[in-house]
């Protein structure tokens, strides 16, 4: 898939790094490196082709086209296309995997009425900056365990 | 508002785990349809009320998510016959021979806690990792499962040749598989460790037959096996701990 042609989606281009933590709330479009978090409650995210996110990431709608090692929870639908590599849970209340795409890690369908929680999936770093953009906060960038060793039923540290 | 939701529905297109929504075409491989008697055996611990705890060792399968999650099932996905391509899992036995590195890939994958699962889906599995890696999934297996949880494996008989193909199977029904063939993908792309995988390249060849008292020996230590035998030169197996 491009680029979102939509004026409302915040880009972060195939050259950009961020380490720490994004929150926002607008749609955001990642095609560049992502190590943190991810925070876009209310709001979609897309992880293009040439995205590579090492994060916890928590919105309304999450596409995965790259590659993204982290827990998803969306609160209405997760989406991995053909192209994607996506290790980490997902759970949300509709998912759609495309053949090809690779995935590791629990599906857990959170039926309508029984509401995907919102809450964070890892604690808020000091000093995390929430506007009504996307905004980015620097956090140590330092991982934690791998994703491998890491057991796919509790929330990823990154 | 109308427009927002329709361009947010386009993100989402393509095949789907949603209840009622069609599948998107094959990659490029046939669909072939057949009746698996093993499934239908899992299908009436499957229909139970209690929530199961599953696991598909096969392509990941938007199908088989939703055949399950349906059913208040959780499933764990994990793609062992990829997995196993991974390069850096090479490495020299004693006389210089190139093998698999099992303690490196036990490691890396199937890290769960021990007796997680009620059911385990190997499809066939077996017959196309490498023989290096075959036992200490099994016994890793073992060890996820449950007492009395149960796993499903498919095993060509010799009839089948070299070069039966490798499928990535979807639950389509209680009794009902559909089978994809895997396609040989020549793009090289990274794996979830960061590292290139090429081996799909040729596809995924028959690495070995085993023959009855083979697969016996493989599930010694699980409590019970049953063979159901297939038209297609497959026999499938299934074993409860």
């Given at each position: 898939m491009n680029t979102p042609k939509t004026p409302e989606f915040?880009?972060?281009g195939r050259s950009v790094i961020i380490k720490g933590e994004l929150s926002g709330s607008e749609d955001l479009y990642v095609d560049g490196q992502v190590e943190g978090t991810i925070e876009?409650?209310?709001?979609?995210?897309?992880?293009?082709?040439?995205?590579?996110?090492?994060?916890n990431v928590n919105a309304k709608g999450v596409v995965v086209e790259g590659k993204l090692d982290g827990n998803i929870r969306a609160t209405e639908r997760a989406a991995l296309k053909k192209s994607a590599i996506a290790v980490g849970d997902i759970v949300t209340q509709r998912v759609s995997i495309e053949d090809g795409a690779y995935f590791k890690g629990r599906v857990d369908i959170q039926r309508e009425g029984a509401k995907v929680e919102t809450k964070s999936t890892a604690a808020p770093a000091a000093g995390t900056i929430a506007s009504s953009g996307v905004a980015a906060s620097a956090g140590s960038g330092s991982s934690a365990g791998s994703a491998g060793n890491t057991p796919v039923t509790e929330p990823k540290k990154f | 508002m109308a427009s927002v939701a329709n361009s947010f529905m386009k993100l989402f297109r393509g095949s789907s785990a949603d209840p009622g929504q069609a599948t998107g075409p094959a990659q490029g491989g046939q669909r072939l349809s057949r009746r698996s008697s093993g499934l239908a055996e899992l299908a009436r611990l499957l229909a139970s009320e209690e929530s199961l705890c599953v696991l598909d060792l096969g392509s990941t399968s938007p199908n088989n998510i939703r055949y399950l999650t349906?059913?208040?099932h959780k499933i764990y996905s994990e793609d062992l016959l990829v997995a196993s391509t991974d390069p850096s899992l090479v490495t020299k036995d004693e006389q210089g021979n190139l093998i698999l590195d099992s303690k490196k890939f036990l490691a890396d994958n199937l890290v769960y806690p021990a007796a997680q699962f009620d059911i385990v889906l190997c499809w066939n599995l077996p017959d196309y990792m490498d023989e290096s890696l075959v036992k200490p999934v099994v016994g890793r297996v073992w060890s996820m499962l449950k007492p009395g949880g149960m796993l499903l494996a498919f095993f060509h008989t010799k009839d089948a040749g070299p070069d039966a193909p490798c499928y990535r199977y979807h639950i389509v029904g209680t009794d009902t598989l559909e089978m994809r063939h895997i396609e040989a993908r020549r793009e090289v792309r990274k794996g979830p460790s960061g590292v290139v995988h090429t081996a799909v390249g040729g596809g995924f060849r028959l690495q070995r037959v085993f023959n009855n008292r083979h697969i016996e020996n493989l599930f010694r230590d699980f409590a019970s096996i049953k063979f159901f035998l297939a038209r297609d030169n497959v026999?499938?197996?299934?074993v409860v701990r």
């Open positions: 915040a880009h972060i876009l409650q209310g709001n979609i995210l897309i992880i293009g082709p040439n995205g590579q996110v090492r994060a | 349906e059913r208040g026999r499938e197996v299934l």
